[in-house]
């Protein structure tokens, strides 16, 4: 029961962060052109990234279709890794640099504690 517990709460905070995440960066709302204008990558980079980023909450969200789940923890880890050394290496501050890091707790956290009926037959984790 307590696994269960663990997995919905990390599976929620993690597919609700990654969904507007990824609603974020395909929108681009207010501001957001400035940031991205510092970050060195183009706006529609951010636009194909959020609906990556919206598709992955899906996939990890909803029952069944174990191996598009592993992709979509694979596209976050990646994802996330990849931001963080962006903010590191941008000289963000420590906030920015340990957001993405502490959102991959909530992936790592979903992944480890996932029901069997969402693993690929024949893995152990």
């Known amino acids: 029961m307590?696994?269960?517990?663990?997995?919905?709460?990390?599976?929620?905070?993690l597919c609700f962060v990654f969904f507007a995440m990824g609603l974020s960066n395909f929108v681009q709302p207010g501001d957001?052109?400035?940031?991205?204008?510092?970050?060195?990558?183009?706006?529609?980079?951010?636009?194909?990234?959020?609906v990556w980023q919206v598709l992955a909450a899906i996939a990890i969200s909803v029952p069944n279709n174990p191996r598009v789940?592993?992709?979509?923890?694979?596209?976050?880890?990646?994802?996330?890794?990849a931001a963080g050394h962006h903010?590191?290496?941008?000289?963000?501050?420590i906030g920015k640099i340990a957001?993405?890091?502490?959102?991959?707790?909530?992936?790592?956290?979903?992944?480890?504690f996932r029901p069997v009926s969402r693993r690929l037959p024949g893995t152990v984790m």
């Open 2 to 13: 307590k696994i269960a517990i663990a997995y919905w709460v990390c599976t929620t905070l």
């Open 99 to 112: 957001i993405p890091f502490v959102v991959l707790l909530f992936a790592i956290g979903s992944y480890a």
């Open 69 to 81: 789940k592993e992709w979509a923890y694979a596209g976050v880890l990646i994802n996330l890794t």
């Open 87 to 93: 903010h590191y290496m941008a000289g963000d501050s």
């Open 32 to 50: 957001m052109h400035v940031e991205i204008a510092k970050s060195g990558y183009p706006p529609h980079f951010f636009m194909v990234l959020g």
